[in-house]
């Protein structure tokens, strides 16, 4: 079975542009949560969907944004990126409360 | 505040000694503690589960113990090996979302 996969894998965006992330779970997880990984410190929590719906947003600008698709997948939206958002991004999926997760996005803002 | 500690944040050891990585956290009501392993520049791994009911957890080398009254998690690797280099990451599960410490990199000399 394929685990998470997340799209692409690294990507270059220019400050004040847009980016789309996209996430598949694990086949039969409904549940899928996103988090920023910025270097040298652990994961911080963004948002969880489950069925299609936003269950929980952690403490992040409304710059962010993000939705789920009746197949589960996930998009993570960024409008007008900063310097600061450049980290890695992470989505997982979780089965039972244990989470799963991709290999996630690197992104870099310049 | 939910927070989670790891100390120490990096240790190296020769090959063959075992490991004792520590993580606390200081809100006890979790649901569960995961530990996770993470190379440079990938996703993270799930090494271990703990449910709040349980103390302890095994897989092959690895034994994870958990303390919820003391608010305290240890992740033990037998037998250490060059392989077993990577940062080691703990996360509280609080209904929704994980919280995660910083990470204990370790470094196992050859």
């Known amino acids: 079975d394929a685990g998470v996969t997340q799209s692409p894998t690294h990507l270059i965006k220019t400050r004040g542009q847009h980016v789309t992330l996209r996430c598949s779970p694990i086949?039969?997880?409904?549940?899928v949560s996103w988090y920023q990984q910025v270097l040298g410190q652990g994961p911080q929590f963004i948002f969880q969907?489950?069925?299609?719906?936003?269950?929980g947003r952690g403490n992040f600008p409304d710059r962010f944004s993000a939705r789920q698709f009746p197949n589960y997948s996930s998009e993570l939206n960024v409008n007008a990126l900063l310097l600061g958002d450049s980290a890695l991004y992470l989505c997982?999926?979780?089965?039972?409360?244990?989470?799963?997760f991709g290999q996630g996005t690197r992104l870099t803002v310049v | 505040k939910q927070e989670v500690t790891q100390i120490p944040a990096a240790l190296s050891v020769p090959e063959g000694e075992n490991l004792v990585l520590n993580c606390s956290f200081t809100?006890?009501?979790?649901?569960?503690l995961q530990w996770f392993r993470q190379d440079p520049g990938k996703g993270l791994t799930s090494l271990l589960l703990?449910?709040?009911?349980?103390r302890e957890q095994t897989s092959g080398r690895l034994n994870a113990s958990l303390d919820k009254s003391s608010g305290r998690s240890t992740l033990y690797i037998a037998a250490s090996q060059p392989g077993d280099s990577a940062t080691y990451l703990c996360?509280?599960?609080?209904?929704?979302?994980?919280?995660f410490g910083a990470g204990t990199t370790v470094t196992v000399r050859a």
């Open positions: 086949s039969g997880h409904k549940s």
């Open positions: 997982a999926s979780t089965e039972g409360n244990e989470a799963f």
């Open positions: 996360a509280a599960r609080y209904d929704y979302k994980l919280s």
């Open positions: 703990i449910q709040s009911s349980q």
């Open positions: 969907y489950y069925e299609k719906e936003e269950r």
């Open positions: 809100d006890s009501a979790i649901y569960n």
